[in-house]
């Protein structure tokens, strides 16, 4: 399968909530590398690698996160994947 990229900003009560961490996990059960982080503004920004279809899922179930998050907006931009190993919370 061909490797994909996406990076993704997540807008809304995205932190304090244990989004970043429960990305983490939903992109370790998809099989996806990447990274997610905190902005400064607010947001949540995820970088995720892998098949498009795990991709996909990540993103689609970003758009809800976990339980106590209040998501307002996504934007998902492709990029060239950079061959990254493992997903982490930075």
């Known amino acids: 399968m061909d490797v994909v990229r996406r990076r993704v900003v997540v807008r809304g009560r995205v932190q304090g909530v244990g989004y970043r961490e429960s990305t983490r996990r939903e992109a370790a059960r998809l099989g996806l590398a990447g990274w997610v982080r905190n902005r400064a503004d607010g947001a949540v920004e995820a970088v ?5 279809p795990a991709v996909e899922a990540l993103v689609a179930w970003m758009r809800s996160g976990p339980p106590w998050a209040e998501v307002t907006g996504v934007q998902a931009d492709a990029e060239p994947p950079e061959g990254l190993v493992g997903f982490r919370v930075r």
């Open 48 to 52: 995720a690698e892998g098949p498009a």
